[in-house]
């Protein structure tokens, strides 16, 4: 690679550390614990996956659902053109193209990663496990098996499963917020009891059903943090804990998420770091 082109490549993934900084500065911290190696691969993977949020959830109230559609069309054939070029003129993409061949990312996962964010595009409503599920692999579950190699473990789908339990904890954590937006992610919750802002006995019931099943996962899921480097094994811990919390405060709520808030207060984010520090 000559000078002027490394440079370029350089300025890229500068790029995509500042826009990681800047959007997500848990996440940068995070991948600052990793091997110096592979942090700009990191920074370029959420480069990417960030400009698709953006696309989705930036494009203001006015653009249709459509044109979202359409524009993230115009992302994923930009990072096909550059896998096959073998560079970009964009910076994320040519940082992400760089960062795959340097640490052999799986990129055919962003595939469905876009068939996720093209759900989001418009009114969501998630009419069955199954649905969920599609949905998941397609966002959670695929990041987790392109960031794998760069967590160092050889185990992506175990990862990958992580992420599922992350993301539906959030999904549980966020009912009222998403219905906000249009988007119901959990199946079976009465449209009408939303509407209201009420929480009677079936959105309790189907957001207690969802705890067990994120538990599970995270219970199946528990060893991952000693499959990967172990320098981010503490952080993942952390992570872990945190969100153990977020679905322990749920309980305490009566599976309400409609009329209260699930998010944790400081106290108790400090506690839940604390108890995640001492297992590490």
């Known amino acids: ?6 440079r370029e ?10 826009m990681q900084l800047r959007h997500d500065p848990t996440f940068f911290w995070a991948t600052s614990r990793l091997p110096r190696d592979v942090r700009p691969a990191v920074h370029a993977l959420y ?9 989705v959830d930036g494009a203001g109230p006015g653009v249709s659902a459509d044109a979202r559609r359409r524009a993230l069309d115009g992302w994923e054939r930009a990072l096909i053109d550059g896998r096959r070029a073998g560079r970009s003129d964009h ?5 992400l193209v760089d960062a795959a061949r340097r640490h052999d990312l799986p990129l055919d996962e962003l595939g469905v990663y876009m068939d996720s964010m093209r759900v989001d595009c418009g009114r969501v409503r998630i009419a069955s496990r199954d649905e969920l599920d ?10 987790g098996r392109l960031m794998a190699p760069l967590l160092g473990c050889d185990e992506p789908e175990e990862v990958a499963q992580l992420g599922v339990a992350f ?5 549980i954590r966020d009912v009222r917020e998403d219905y906000a937006l249009d988007r119901v992610y959990l199946p079976g919750l009465p449209e009408d009891e939303l509407a209201r ?12 059903a969802e705890v067990g099943r994120a538990r599970e996962l995270f219970a199946r899921t528990a060893d991952v943090p000693d499959r990967c480097e172990r320098a981010v094994a503490p952080g993942m811990r952390l992570a872990r804990s945190v969100y153990a919390r977020v679905l322990d405060r749920v309980e305490v709520l009566g599976f309400d998420v409609v009329r209260r808030s699930a998010d944790l207060p400081p106290w108790d984010m400090a506690r839940a770091a604390v108890g995640g520090l001492r297992a590490a």
């Open 9 to 18: 490549l350089h300025r890229a993934y500068r790029r995509c550390k500042r």
């Open 134 to 143: 599609r949905y998941m692999n397609g966002s959670a579950a695929a990041v």
């Open 197 to 208: 802002g009420e929480a009677g006995a079936a959105v309790r019931e189907r957001v207690a």
């Open 167 to 171: 993301q539906l904890t959030n999904f």
């Open 1 to 6: 690679m000559n000078v002027t082109k490394e």
């Open 91 to 95: 910076p994320v993409i040519a940082a």
């Open 47 to 55: 480069g990417y996956v960030r400009g698709a949020d953006e696309l």
